[in-house]
């Protein structure tokens, strides 16, 4: 999956999209397998990046990779008492509004109000916090101050971070990363995690959950749930029976911003142990070097040998997915060090850049051909703990690319720059005409069936392979058990 920043409006219509299909009854009234953060700020659950409290994702030990939480004899203690889960006040508590108030009440010289009444205790409460309480409040000492990056910058560049010109803020949805070496998965105790293998998606099986919690604390995006109700955890399924008839996910079918892409990837799953025990600053590379090219005759051989079908390789190889990540390089993974390899991408925003205003004009040129990426209001070290463990390269490659592509397209368009410039910008990214062209069209003009190139699911192989009765499961349909599954069973 790809997300692009510089398309994002904040409208939170995706996250409306995931409540009303998976998450709108009894004890998932505070999840939102989808949200939508105002960056910089602290998110929901609050401070989810700030792993010294939640312990999530992995850690280098002794040159092997261990879950932060603590190896399974630390699990073992700690089974029945997690010290490292989030709290419902780091959520927030779901709450809906007592409606009779308004619609019986007498009449009277006052407008009558309708009272917030918890989800939870259903009483009376003062609502203190929400899934997107920070929208917006990038200059608020409550929340912006707080975000967990902003330790990657002096405090010089906080201290001008927050003064009132330079106010700024971009939105970053979030969803299950479904990641290749998910912590969640290890850290289950009951193994009711797991990642399937047609298609990568993550998930929990509701018969096996126990309810631990282990995955709430071990997942570092604090994206596995846990129901109050009926005693599971649960989390983002990537919509997947909708994958299975060929439709994108219900998040990203809504998206208004089309900020959104789905595609296959090839990886050398053999790469995996190397590929996460290199130093922060190499994750990003690392993780690129996995993916593997679909054209590639070599590749495409040992896909076959390996069960892979020619129409998932012809859909790899018009995946968009593959051409952001790895070809262009324009889409990094949301906090590699946490060293779970994300399978959701982000292309860094370009930001705002840095003015002044003279005799009532506003100036927002510059000399320098660059210049405007190093001027952004958010210093650039901000974006690269956030997509790239720390390392500014990934990010700055990213943001003048971007920058160089539009360029391109004023000298098309408009015709006021300098051709030399642009030929110029277009080279020192190691671009070419032809490719901003095609950075250009995926980005503004893509169709639906470009932004999501979904690969036959094959989900009867799978279950062949499972040894499932394949006769009794031809008529059966949908998701879920025939009865729900019962608290504690």
């Known amino acids: 999956m790809v997300f692009h920043l510089d398309k994002c409006i904040g409208c939170h219509t995706c996250s409306i999209a995931c409540k009303n299909v998976w998450t709108d009854r009894k004890g ?13 700020g602290t998110g929901y659950p609050t401070a989810w990046e700030d792993q010294n409290k939640y312990k999530g994702g992995w850690e280098k030990k002794n040159g092997s990779l261990e879950p932060k939480m603590g190896g399974r004899s630390l699990r073992v203690l700690n089974i029945f008492h997690n010290p490292d889960m989030p709290r419902m006040d780091d959520y927030y508590e779901p709450w809906t509004y007592k409606y009779e108030d308004l619609f019986n009440a007498p009449e009277g010289a006052d ?37 967990p990056n902003l330790e990657a910058l002096t405090p010089e560049q906080r201290e001008e971070l927050f003064d009132i010109e330079r106010l700024v803020f971009f939105y970053l949805p979030r969803i299950c990363n479904h990641c290749l070496n998910a912590c969640c998965v290890a850290a289950c105790p009951s193994g009711a995690i797991y990642k399937r293998g047609e298609d990568g998606i993550v998930l929990i099986n509701q018969e096996k959950c126990r309810g631990w919690r282990m995955c709430v604390t071990a ?17 983002c399924i990537l919509c997947f029976p909708r994958l299975e008839t060929g439709q994108a996910p219900a998040c990203f079918h809504s998206c208004v911003g089309r900020i959104r892409y789905l595609g296959g990837l090839l990886y050398d799953a053999d790469r995996l ?6 130093p922060d600053d190499q994750l990003v590379d690392a993780q690129r070097d996995m993916i593997l090219d679909p054209s590639d005759p070599e590749v495409r051989a040992g896909a076959i040998a390996n069960g892979i079908d020619e129409k998932t390789l012809e859909a790899c ?20 060090e946490f060293r779970t390899v994300p399978m959701l991408f982000y292309v860094p925003p370009l930001l705002p850049v840095m003015a002044k205003t003279d005799d009532g004009v506003y100036d927002c040129s510059n000399e320098e051909l660059f210049s405007p990426i190093e001027k952004a209001r958010l210093p650039m070290e901000y974006l690269a703990k956030l997509f790239s ?19 391109f397209k004023r000298l098309e368009t408009v015709g006021d720059m300098d051709a030399e410039v642009v030929r110029r910008a277009l080279e020192e990214v190691g671009s070419s005409e032809a490719e901003a062209e095609a950075i250009y069209r995926l980005t503004s003009l893509p169709t639906e069936r470009e932004r999501y190139v979904i690969p036959p699911m094959r989900r009867e192989e799978a279950m062949q392979m499972l040894n499932d009765d394949m006769w009794e499961g031809k008529g059966a349909a949908g998701f879920g058990f025939n009865e729900a599954p019962v608290r504690g069973a």
């Open 28 to 40: 998932a009234e505070y999840m939102w397998w989808n949200n939508v953060e105002t960056k910089p």
């Open 111 to 147: 407008q009558p109000t309708a009272r917030p009444i918890s989800m939870v205790t259903h009483k009376p409460i003062d609502i203190k916090a929400g899934p997107n309480w920070d929208d917006d409040l990038s200059g608020s000492p409550v929340y912006a101050a707080n975000d």
């Open 219 to 235: 997942c570092p995006y604090k994206k596995t749930f846990y129901n109050w109700s009926t005693g599971k955890s649960e989390k």
């Open 273 to 278: 142990v190397e590929a996460m025990n290199v």
């Open 317 to 336: 190889e018009r995946s968009p997915v593959y051409d952001y990540v790895k070809k262009w390089k324009l889409a990094l993974p949301l906090h590699a």
């Open 389 to 407: 463990a720390g390392n500014v390269d990934p990010v700055r490659l990213a943001l003048k690319k971007q920058y160089a592509v539009r360029l």
